[in-house]
Nanobody
């Protein structure tokens, strides 16, 4: 069974830092491209950061310079290092791989973890 399991979320004050982890099991590491999404009530799930099979990283504009996505050498764990956090970053964060966007149905389809919540307070 292929699984993604997130950890590291929690409550942090504005300006603080957190590091999220995504453990990949069931040979999920063979799919190299991984991404972090986040979602809040009433909003669509949005892409935060992604890393390609070649190691190139991309970021949503609002987190650029504050968040860093990385993987360990065996590709069994993916990380999201978050710094200078603000209340706007409050969301449930999801690790994912192989996500495809279906425009007609507005659906993101692929392998998802269960999510880890992040709350940033003033």
């Amino acid at each position: 069974q292929v699984r993604l399991v997130e950890s590291g979320g929690g409550s942090v004050q504005t300006g603080g830092s957190l590091r999220l982890s995504c453990a990949r099991s069931g040979n999920a590491y063979r799919v190299r491209r991984v991404a972090w999404y986040r979602q809040t009530p009433g909003k669509q799930r949005e892409l935060v950061a992604a890393i390609s099979g070649g190691g190139a990283a991309t970021y949503e504009d609002s987190v650029k310079g504050r968040f860093t996505i990385s993987e360990d050498n065996q590709r069994t764990t993916v990380y999201l290092q978050m710094s200078r956090l603000s209340p706007d970053d409050t969301a449930v964060y999801y690790c994912s791989q192989g996500i495809m966007y279906y425009r007609v149905s507005n659906a993101l389809v692929g392998l998802w973890g269960q999510g880890t919540p992040v709350t940033v307070f003033s």
